[in-house]
């Protein structure tokens, strides 16, 4: 919001009393700086083009994050059926086990693209 001119004030105001109520705030940080340097470029402001890679970083960060909360979803209805005094049958115990496999290296892969997605933002700001 301080690059669309905001005062440090208003803006945490804003954030505060809309953004975190708002279906339409952004995702992350490279969608609410696409939609700042739109506003800024159709209201005739300077623009500071964000690049594409970094972008395209943000955007495999929201998909692993989706897929991370998929399989975790996966594991708990996987889990919820069960009962822990109960043998768990061998098919079972394979099919659990596979989903946190999956889960594990998802979550490996997403850290991974955080880390390179914070690195190439901190590149581009300075």
């Known amino acids: 919001l301080l690059d669309l001119d905001f005062t440090p004030e208003a803006a945490a105001f804003i954030l505060e009393v809309k953004a975190e109520v708002s279906p339409f ?8 700086k696409d939609r700042a340097e739109k506003y800024r470029r159709a209201a ?12 395209m970083a943000a955007s495999l960060v929201v998909t692993l994050t989706g897929e991370v909360k ?19 049958p ?31 933002v901190a590149e581009w700001r300075h």
């Open 70 to 88: 998929a399989l975790e979803d996966s594991i708990e209805a996987e889990s919820r059926g069960l009962v822990a005094e109960e043998i768990i």
């Open 25 to 32: 705030s952004p995702i992350n940080y490279a969608e609410f």
């Open 90 to 120: 061998e098919e079972t115990t394979k099919r659990l086990k596979s989903l946190q496999v999956k889960r594990n290296r998802a979550i490996a892969t997403l850290e991974k693209a955080k880390s390179e997605y914070d690195r190439l």
């Open 44 to 55: 005739g402001m300077g623009v500071v083009e964000m690049p594409e890679e970094i972008k």
